[in-house]
């Protein structure tokens, strides 16, 4: 286990309603980075949390936000929910910001929207 | 530029046997070039990784073939085990990604017992 909890584990949500992801990340690492992971594809980058501020975001919506918290555990919110918006939400952390440092990422959140 | 081209899309090798998947990119300030193992309902896991000022890295039955001037860079797995049936990913990311990880699409491997 790499000690990054998602949860929770699985949603359903109604096209239109808003949905809250929730990330604990592993101890001692103030990074934690957001993906969406679509059926059969590669992760996708969302944004970035360094010591509570956006450090990066990926081609996303503004309707998909974030908050890291003094703990740095992290949310992702997603308003205005699309039927594309189902997928695998991934969050993962780090020791720092940049690339080359190992990420840790947790077991996921698979998001349906009906 | 920021793609990373990973084939083949699935793979099917015997137990025993050697399983290679391929990655290219084009985005030449890339600098690190991770491998990552994901079994289904979990998150991907870091198998290996590579920079690239080594050709090569073993990590017991894992291998990284890193080729700076042709832009590719392939994962080999020997003595492949049925616990190996996965999906793989490659990665890569630099300075022009702002260090975030850029994805292949992954490859679905199953080994045949």
């Known amino acids: 286990e790499t000690g990054v909890t998602q949860s929770p584990t699985h949603l359903i949500k109604t096209r239109g309603q808003q949905v809250t992801l929730r990330c604990s990340s592993q101890?001692?690492?103030?990074?934690v980075s957001w993906y969406q992971q679509a059926l059969g594809q590669g992760p996708q980058f969302i944004f970035q949390y360094y010591r509570e501020e956006e450090n990066g975001r990926g081609n996303f919506p503004p309707r998909f936000s974030g908050l890291q918290f003094p703990n740095y555990s992290s949310e992702l919110n997603v308003n205005a929910l699309e039927l594309d918006d189902s997928a695998l939400y991934l969050c993962?952390?780090?020791?720092?910001?940049?690339?080359?440092?190992?990420?840790?990422f947790g077991q996921g959140t698979r998001l349906t929207v009906v | 530029q920021q793609q990373v081209k990973q084939s083949p899309q699935s793979l099917i090798v015997q137990k025993g046997g050697i399983s290679i998947i391929n990655c290219a990119y084009e985005?030449?300030?890339?600098?690190?070039f991770p491998w990552y193992q994901q079994f289904p309902g979990k998150g991907p896991a870091l198998l290996i990784a590579i920079r690239p000022d080594v050709s090569e890295k073993k990590e017991g039955r894992f291998t990284i073939s890193f080729n700076k001037s042709a832009k590719q860079f392939s994962l080999h797995i020997m003595d492949s085990q049925p616990g190996d049936s996965a999906t793989y990913f490659c990665?890569?990311?630099?300075?022009?990604?702002?260090?975030?990880?850029?994805w292949g699409a992954g490859t679905k491997l199953i080994i045949k017992p």
């Open positions: 985005n030449t300030a890339f600098d690190y």
């Open positions: 101890s001692g690492h103030n990074t």
């Open positions: 993962a952390s780090s020791l720092r910001p940049t690339g080359n440092t190992e990420a840790f």
């Open positions: 990665a890569a990311s630099g300075a022009d990604s702002n260090y975030q990880l850029i």
